[in-house]
């Protein structure tokens, strides 16, 4: 095998596990972004909520305040009532009389009102509560999930990193820039084994016999025709996947895909 074209295999598994690692964390530092806004805005109309109930209970102590001094006022008027000497005044206060009922029954009104809302709020803060509670627990495990997978795979992604700098000097430029931007362009993979696919066959003692047949690439899964599968096995110079761009080579345990094989590894 050329030397590079070993190097390059080896600097592709390495970026393989790196990429991974990126995956394990994949979901955790979007899951705990999403919990951790999701609290916030929960907390801010709790806030709002609250104010609003300390509000509406100062609005209905003003409110009874009200009535309390209408009905005294109303019971003045109607005391005075009984000793009014002309139309005029007994009009006045009989206009005054029921403004004050009126007043009352506004009153009595908006306390109904209030006591309705800080019910509905009351029940909203309840929610809201119970909601913080058991976000603020899933984001707690989430977190430590996450802290976790982050310590745990933090020294590996050094030595991973320092191995793949150690390889990278080893190989020439021109090479590092190829590779990379085949793995650019699909998804860090620059670099697969051919596969070649092995049929069963019994002749007629019953012998089992492995006939290989179709060839392809590993990562597209696009046929590659026997001539350039000849020439990937002599591995003497770098060859590229027609289809998706990527190199190819051949490697004995990634490359025979047999009946049984049930997955296929690099
Ligand atoms: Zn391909």
Redesign the pocket.
Known sequence: MIKQLGQLVKLQKIDNQLIEITKLKGDLPRIVKNLQGEIDTISKKLEVDKTRITTIILETKESELNIEETKTKLKRYEDQLYLVTSNKEYDALTAEIDTSKQNISKDEYRILELDEEKKNLDEEVKKADLDILEKGSQLKEKKKDLDQKTTETESVVEKLTKEKNDIQESIPLRYIREYTRIAKARNGVAI?PVHQIFIEKKDKKGNIEYIPAQA???????N?PPQKLMEIKKQSKLI???????L?FWDDKASEIYPSDEEIIM
């Open positions: 697969v392809s690439c590993g990562a597209c899964q696009k590659v590229r996947c027609e289809f998706c761009g990527r190819l």
